[in-house]
């Protein structure tokens, strides 16, 4: 996320690419989605997920977009720079007494070519990361405010994925595995093992998580091939299992749940939920990128967002007519492991319960390795270097130690995830993406002319829809705003 360009990796098909963007979005949000859906009502949340789905699906063209006229910019400084070596070179030819037209035309770059607009100019073929982006078509100001957002983004990030395993931990732990507990709210106070509390059975749960997880944001992590095909497995088991056993018990008239139709003031968690739950734009480089076929790539992304949008309220909506809404848990898998009227194979309860926790705890060590390395962009200077302790120590510790801290004083999902969707991520998924395509037009127009069309470009190519996302994001920034204001004043 904070590197720069790197080779377009292992080629696969749009339909393996249509695969991993749907892996790549689907993930911790959709768990919390049922509750956010719950409470802000079924009508209201079906319009405003429809409603950020078009959004995201729009701001996602605009990445791709901005991909296309960097790698179009990249192929022009290198025609550049080799009109330049080639007319260095032809100057040392006279000087030496010799005819530099007898090479000229088999050595000289043909700009005229690059200026003619043939669609391979804006072939992504290189993996530009939106760092680099940045860095490319910002001011300074500009690439320092992405880095920032984008490391609000990561700490909340790893402060869900912080709070959600020990969660997932506590209730298997100190749930009533009697099936006796499906309609039964515990409160943090109450006893787990004698006189310990659930609270302090989840802050045991986390030490345990900060120290096995942790010191791998000392060192670099990633997943591989194997293991993320094994966490899409569970994934996936686990989501068609809970859509399957919810349709079951709503088919027998056994359903319990009676979500109210609106309720307004649930819709600026649903706000966060849904644009935390829709985030994806910040990997779009190295998901599009080693795709073979791109001349669809369009398509196929508006088939993967009408895909999502689909198991998204298919999952939210059964959840929601399948459970009493008062009993709801922040994660979705916990209504299945303590009510045996839904699911009563005890070692099935425990997947259910669990599954998060494996899942979680193999992306929180690449997440923490992707924001220390944003820490270290944020400051670098060219031709520098950091000491040892800096680079070893306090950027790990500037990178682990915030979110362990807010894991530790909260573990309420819904907010956690409501927050970072609001403010990090409307600047993610709606403001970066506007201002790239728009400052990547800007910088591309005086060199290749209007008459050269991106071929990937936006659907939504026209500035009044760039203008329409910034001011949405804008709106949304202020009315999630004023609501936890007027929210607290109340209290």
């Not at 749930?175 to 659930?198: E, I, L, M, Q, Y």
């Not at 005086?446 to 910034?470: D, I, T």
Request: contains cysteine.
């Amino acid at each position: 996320m904070a590197g720069g360009i790197t080779d377009r990796g292992e080629p696969y098909s749009p339909f393996v690419g249509l695969v991993y963007m749907f892996n790549l979005i689907v993930g911790t949000g959709a768990l919390t989605m049922p509750k956010a859906f719950a409470t802000a009502g079924w009508a209201v949340s079906l319009a405003l997920i429809c409603f950020l789905a078009f959004m995201s699906y729009m701001t996602t063209t605009f990445v791709i977009e901005a991909m296309a006229a960097a790698n179009a910019q990249l192929r022009w400084k290198r025609r550049e720079q080799e009109e330049t070596d080639y007319n260095d070179s032809t100057s040392e030819d006279s000087d030496d007494g010799l005819d530099p037209s007898r090479s000229e035309p088999e050595t000289k770059p043909i700009l005229s070519v690059q200026r003619s607009g043939h669609a391979d100019h804006f072939d992504i073929v290189e993996r530009v990361e939106m760092g680099q982006m940045a860095s490319m078509f910002f001011n300074k100001v500009g690439v320092n405010m992405f880095y920032i957002c984008i490391i609000v983004y990561l700490y909340g990030d790893l402060a869900i994925y912080a709070a959600a395993v020990p969660i997932s931990l506590m209730e298997v732990a100190c749930g009533n595995r009697s099936c006796s507990a499906g309609g039964v709210k515990f409160n943090d106070t109450d006893a787990c093992w004698g006189p310990v509390t659930r609270a302090d059975a989840y802050r045991v749960f986390l030490s345990v998580f900060t120290l096995l997880l942790g010191p791998f944001t000392f060192f670099n992590a990633q997943k591989t091939k194997y293991l993320q095909i094994l966490t899409s497995l569970m994934r996936w088991i686990a989501f068609t299992m809970m859509i399957v056993l919810a349709l079951i018990r709503i088919g027998k008239g056994t359903g319990e749940g009676r979500p109210p139709l609106a309720n307004l003031r649930g819709v600026p968690n649903l706000f966060g939920v849904c644009v935390y739950s829709f985030m994806c734009q910040h990997s779009l480089p190295s998901l599009v990128t080693p795709i073979s076929e791109k001349k669809r790539v369009g398509a196929l992304v508006l088939a993967d967002y009408s895909l999502i949008l689909g198991f998204y309220v298919l999952l939210s909506f059964t959840a929601i007519f399948c459970f009493d809404s008062s009993l709801l848990h922040d994660m979705y898998t916990l209504n299945f492991t303590d009510n045996c009227d839904v699911l009563d194979i005890p070692v099935l309860r425990y997947f259910l319960g669990l599954f998060p926790v494996f899942t979680i705890s193999t992306n929180f060590p690449i997440i923490a390795v992707t924001l220390r390395n944003n820490w270290k962009t944020l400051f670098h200077r060219d031709g520098g270097t950091y000491p040892w302790v800096v680079d070893r120590v306090v950027f790990p510790l500037i990178t682990l130690v915030p979110p362990i801290v807010v894991a530790f004083c909260t573990h309420n999902l819904e907010s956690l995830v409501g927050i970072t969707g609001s403010y990090a991520g409307t600047g993610i998924q709606y403001v970066i993406p506007a201002f790239l395509v728009f400052t990547a037009r800007r910088h591309l127009e005086p060199v290749m002319g209007r008459e050269c069309v991106n071929k990937h470009q936006s659907p939504f190519h026209h500035a009044f829809w760039v203008w329409f996302v910034l001011l949405w994001a804008a709106f949304c920034l202020m009315f999630v705003t004023a609501n936890i204001i007027l929210t607290d004043t109340m209290k």
